[in-house]
């Protein structure tokens, strides 16, 4: 752990004379470019943003072989992106300054937004993104209350896609990797007319070999086959006044993700069964990428009265699971005058998904769920812009929102009653509607001083049904509103025309809710309360040396009140003697620093790098456990917030042979931390260093690439799970993978 954290400081160092990769590629060689963001709903210069944003551009993205944003999660400091394995299509575990959830429950909102070509995602599950055209990547750090809304209390990922461009062009991408893994993707650009744009996309993806080694069963595990196709136009009515929509279909089929078994010597699947996992380094099958999960589905019972079935009637069924996502945008963009500009989005999101998942991580059908579910969303946004250049502008608008959830869970029990297995089905439906009005507007009353006030009012209602175990019956779906106004008030200080420093605070807000895993009516029918942080930031950033080096910092506290968490609680209702639920014990207090440079070393190098030093401590969280005991885990760390984090990526490039060559290679450095909320060691990472490399050669229209992921082989967990005094779980991260790709770009 020293040795990793010294060869970090080190490289930090070097960094602090002139490190970083530029975000996107230079006009002229060791130049460093100006990024243009939309962080603030508007396109700007990232250097002129008076809060901590990163970006990332499509040259980078694509240098970087990303399969989905989690291998982006470099970008910024204090940011953690992972794959928590529960259910299928990538439940993301998105952390940015600790703040964020790991849940693949729908009723439960994510913590951080991730925003694709100005729609807000509602759900963890699917999150990780598979984009082929992606164009820019920005991480907002911080509470975005003001202008992305509800959700968004850690930050914001804020992808945007390419453009039709009205040319004929496209590029063609196909490549091998280990684990029986080939992939082939293209984008295609062609113009209907010289007013209309259309742009296609397609993408297939199959990894033959899993990740991992189901040690009982059926051997291999972690089995992918994704498939995408998109469409998207983009129609120029007239001079001021342009539509564009865009249509995408995501199909994966795929193994259930895999879960070991991290369950300590006290807990019941240990002492009763044996399955025990006495360190974080060695589960019960002596290898981390080693799972012993059951299989096996039991006959579906004819109705909710029969829900027991003898356990030598267990099926071996393959742990199978689909995710299919449609998404509908279609955003129109009027000009009204060279002032004033008009903008409508409106976005749909439709998900169906299914898993059957062993959740013990043992051979034995212990605990097992099978849980078919849809998610749908639809939203409009409304938005005025003012900018005549001078001292005032202004952006404002209204926002609506409506969405809707089913989750048809049977949970299959196999530890509660000797020789059968219980069937518990448990239905549930939410609905969840949204309104908000906002704007945010910037005053320059001074050559050199800038204020920015701006707020948001949201108001949410959501309305809660169950059926199974527990019914809800009409007069008793509950129904609930809450509402919240989140300011923004900042001040910028130009200096210079290089350097500007600001100071901000906003408010960030994520809405009440009803649990979806309830063992009673009295908890169906009980909501959980909204959960706020007051967030407090100074920074600078800079450019120097004529553009060669760029340097931005941020000092940031954030003061979190009615945190949600989801905590096992004692009930005599239920089977296993415990509930999940989720509450608002408690409070936490949140500090830190972060620092990003980029520059050119020279005309063929450069080099990005960035540091994160977080705190995060509970001010007050007091609960009665499984126990029935109080419990007090105040003065507990935050999960998923290590006390250290950074990156350093190089890339040296120079001509060679009537073509171009660069190599890149990345160093990331992720600090000891724990994965659960009561800090339970047995599911923490020590830090880890993760080193991804590559070798390319472009040549006419051809690029050839040789690239590495995780070549360090670092087994982390990615997620831990402790069912209290039964057992515990984890996912793991995806090991070494390597690969050899092919790029055709013609006519661009």
Wanted: proline share 4%.
């Amino acid at each position: 752990m020293k040795t990793q954290r010294s060869i970090l400081f080190a490289a930090i160092a070097a960094a602090s004379v002139g490190v970083s990769a530029p975000a996107v590629v230079s006009a002229a060689p060791g130049v460093l470019e100006e990024i243009t963001v939309t962080a603030r709903k508007r396109e700007e210069s990232m250097q002129d943003v008076g809060l901590a944003v990163s970006a990332l551009s499509e040259t980078e993205i694509q240098r970087q072989f990303a399969r989905d944003i989690q291998d982006l999660a470099n970008i910024a400091p204090n940011v953690i992106i992972d794959d928590t394995g529960q259910g299928p299509g990538g439940t993301a575990a998105i952390y940015i300054r600790g703040v964020g959830i790991a849940d693949l429950e729908k009723n439960f909102d994510p913590a951080v937004g991730v925003s694709v070509d100005g729609v807000f995602l509602g759900s963890n599950a699917g999150a990780l993104l598979r984009g082929i055209d992606i164009a820019r990547v920005e991480v907002l750090r911080g509470p975005q209350g003001t202008l992305f809304g509800r959700n968004t209390v850690g930050g914001l990922i804020n992808i945007s896609r390419t453009q039709p461009t009205g040319e004929l062009g496209g590029r063609f991408r196909a490549g091998v990797e280990n684990f029986d893994t080939y992939y082939v993707d293209g984008v295609f650009n062609f113009a209907v007319t010289d007013d209309l744009a259309i742009k296609l996309t397609g993408a297939k993806r199959d990894q033959g070999e899993g990740y991992y080694d189901n040690v009982t069963v059926r051997g291999d595990q972690g089995r992918q086959d994704y498939e995408s196709l998109g469409f998207n136009a983009l129609w120029n009515a007239t001079d001021t006044l342009e539509f564009e929509y865009s249509y995408t279909m995501e199909r994966l089929d795929q193994d259930t993700p895999a879960l070991v078994n991290a369950t300590r010597p006290d807990q019941l699947f240990c002492v009763a069964y044996g399955y025990c996992s006495p360190s974080v380094n060695s589960t019960i099958t002596g290898d981390r990428n080693g799972v012993a999960g059951g299989g096996g589905r039991p006959p579906v019972p004819p109705s909710f009265e029969t829900n027991i079935t003898p356990v030598d009637a267990v099926d071996d069924s393959f742990m199978d699971a689909f995710f299919d996502t449609d998404t509908h945008i279609l955003e129109a963009r009027w000009e009204i005058s060279d002032a004033l500009r008009f903008d409508y989005i409106f976005g749909s999101w439709e998900s169906d998904e299914a898993s059957l998942q062993d959740w013990d991580g043992t051979p034995e059908l212990l605990y097992h769920t099978d849980r078919p579910g849809e998610f749908e969303q639809q939203s409009h946004e409304l938005r005025l812009t003012y900018d005549n250049g001078g001292a005032f502008n202004v952006v404002g608008g209204l926002f609506f929102w409506d969405s809707e959830y089913e989750s048809r869970m049977r949970s299959y029990i196999g530890f509660a009653v000797p020789g059968l297995i219980l069937d518990i089905p448990q239905t549930t439906q939410q609905e969840t509607e949204s309104v908000a009005a906002f704007f945010e507007a910037d005053y320059r009353f001074a050559d050199q001083w800038v204020l920015t006030v701006g707020g948001r009012y949201t108001e949410d209602e959501k309305t809660s049904r169950q059926f199974g175990e527990v019914n809800t019956i009409p007069g008793q779906h509950p129904s609930e509103k809450w509402d919240e106004f989140t300011p923004k008030v900042g001040l910028r200080y130009n200096m210079t025309d290089d350097v500007m420093f600001y100071a901000t605070y906003s408010k960030g807000y994520r809405a009440g809710g009803f649990n979806g895993r309830v063992a009673s009516l009295e908890e169906a029918i009980q909501p959980y309360d909204p959960e706020t942080i007051d967030n407090y930031e100074i920074g600078v950033k800079s450019e120097l040396l004529d553009n060669r080096l760029r340097l931005n910092a941020t000092i940031f506290t954030m003061d979190y009140k009615d945190k949600q968490e989801e905590l096992q609680l004692p009930s005599s209702e239920t089977d296993t003697g415990q509930k999940t639920v989720v509450i608002n014990p408690s409070s936490a207090t949140i500090q830190g620093i972060e620092l990003e440079m980029q520059a050119y070393l020279s005309d063929n190098l450069s080099v990005r790098a960035n540091l994160g030093y977080l705190d995060s401590e509970y001010d007050d969280f007091v609960y009665t456990d499984v126990e029935g005991s109080i419990t007090d885990l105040s003065g507990l760390e935050f999960r998923r917030a290590p006390e250290f984090t950074g990156t350093v990526d190089a890339t040296y490039e120079w001509d060679v042979a009537g073509g171009n060559a660069w190599v890149r290679g990345a160093y990331r450095y992720i600090g000891s931390h724990f994965t659960n909320a009561t800090n339970n060691a047995e599911l923490a990472n020590d830090s880890q260093g993760i080193v991804d490399a590559s070798v390319n050669y472009a040549v006419n229209n051809l690029t050839f690439s040789l690239f590495g992921r995780n070549l360090t082989d670092e087994d982390g967990y990615t997620h831990g799970y402790e069912v209290a005094g039964l057992w515990s779980y984890a996912a793991t991260r995806p090991p070494r993978t390597y690969g050899f790709e092919v790029v055709y770009n013609f006519n661009n």
